[in-house]
């Protein structure tokens, strides 16, 4: 388990280096039209870079939003290097056989997932202001249509209150459909163990960790809890 472990911690890091390449990417890409913000009225806004204003401009990122958040975008909230450190510390043995783990790691990509989506969902504003990629910028949220199918055009249409409720409504549908995922990856794994005969102090650990995880992503839905790491260093510049 310590191999894997340390792949886990691997990817963890190179994921920030993903994600600070496609915040990169997404800055330089998207087009600023607000002609009242400028470097020197917004601390947010940088000579050569083009932070979009609004959620109507918004980056084609080469990967899908699937992808994405099952991917680079999961592993770098560390829930998957969490998960494998908790289970080290532990003494299980959920890695060693086939079905365990094959369903354990079915059970933590939804679990990972399911925090990135909480968390873009909270951080939307701040993403967009930070130039940082999100859940949100993936074209697929900004198309919609209505209850009887009807294609309405893109939500950059829409005023940005409005924008941003549609977008949070389909990544909470999203959300829910990893909690599904998530919760029958768990009782899949709660009847493997209890056939195998281990002890059910295994699958206890594995909900408190999903308790506690869980309950953190929630947080965000209530409050942003992402300090603005850009106004901040720009607030101490100026001191």
């Not at 963890?12 to 009225?41: G, V």
């Not at 909480?118 to 130039?131: I, K, L, S």
């Not at 999903?210 to 260093?233: E, N, S």
Request: with cysteine; aromatic share 10%.
């Amino acid at each position: 388990m310590q191999s894997q472990l340390a792949t886990e911690l691997q990817t963890f890091l190179l994921a920030h280096i993903t994600q600070a390449k496609d915040n990169s990417y997404l800055r330089h890409n998207l087009i600023f039209t607000n002609n009242e913000r400028s470097p020197a009225t917004d601390p947010y806004v940088q000579d050569g870079d083009m932070i979009f204003p609004s959620q109507e401009h918004i980056a084609l990122p080469e990967r899908s939003f699937y992808n994405w958040v099952r991917g680079t975008s999961a592993d770098h909230t560390s829930c998957p290097f969490a998960f494998m450190f908790f289970n080290y510390l532990v003494d299980s043995d959920l890695f060693t056989y086939a079905k365990t783990a094959y369903v354990t790691e079915d059970l933590c990509r939804h679990l990972a997932s399911l925090c990135r989506i909480y968390n873009d969902c909270a951080g939307m504003v701040r993403d967009r202001e930070e130039g940082n990629l999100n859940s949100s910028h993936f074209p697929v949220f900004h198309r919609h249509r209505d209850s009887n199918g009807q294609v309405l055009g893109n939500l950059g249409v829409l005023g940005e209150t409005e924008q941003q409720q549609g977008i949070r409504s389909k990544l909470l549908w999203v959300a829910e459909y990893e909690r599904r995922g998530l919760n029958a990856a768990l009782a899949e794994l709660e009847n493997e163990l209890v056939d195998s005969g281990n002890n059910r102090e295994v699958i206890d650990a594995m909900k408190l960790f999903i308790d506690v995880t869980d309950l953190y992503g929630q947080v965000y839905l209530i409050k942003d809890m992402t300090p603005r790491i850009m106004k901040d260093c720009a607030e101490l510049e100026q001191k």
